[in-house]
Nanobody
Framework: QVQLVESGGGLVQPGGSLRLSCVAS????????MGWYRQPPGNERELVARIFNDGRIEYADSVKGRFTISSDNALNTAYLQMDSLKPEDTAVYFCNVFRGGDGQNYWGQGTQVTVSS
């Protein structure tokens, strides 16, 4: 099992910034990707950004140029720096780890991000 603990959500005005953190613990071996997804109200969960174990990074088109994902080399900790936030970024943000060795997906409990004036 992998446990993921997120922090850093909250309420911010449009144009503001937030930084999310995620710490993984437990059976943190053979991690293929670590990243962030979000689920806006009434919508499905969607990819925001993820890092692969070879260093590649993938962003959703809607956040390119505004969000930056980073992690430690072991993919045990991940951060999401969110700048120039928009109301449409409002969602519950979930940390995710995909363990390539056995194909298991793990999720954090989610943290609310609200962008509103």
């Amino acid at each position: 099992q992998v446990q993921l603990v997120e922090s850093g959500g909250g309420l911010v005005q449009p144009g503001g910034s937030l930084r999310l953190s995620c710490v993984a613990s437990g059976s943190i071996f053979s991690i293929y990707t670590m990243g962030w997804y979000r689920q806006p109200p009434g919508n499905e969960r969607e990819l925001v950004a993820r890092i692969f174990n070879d260093g590649r990074i993938e962003y959703a088109d809607s956040v390119k140029g505004r969000f930056t994902i980073s992690s430690d080399n072991a993919l045990n900790t991940a951060y999401l720096q969110m700048d120039s936030l928009k109301p449409e970024d409002t969602a519950v943000y979930f940390c995710n780890v995909f363990r390539g060795g056995d194909g298991q997906n793990y999720w954090g409990q989610g943290t609310q991000v609200t962008v509103s004036s």
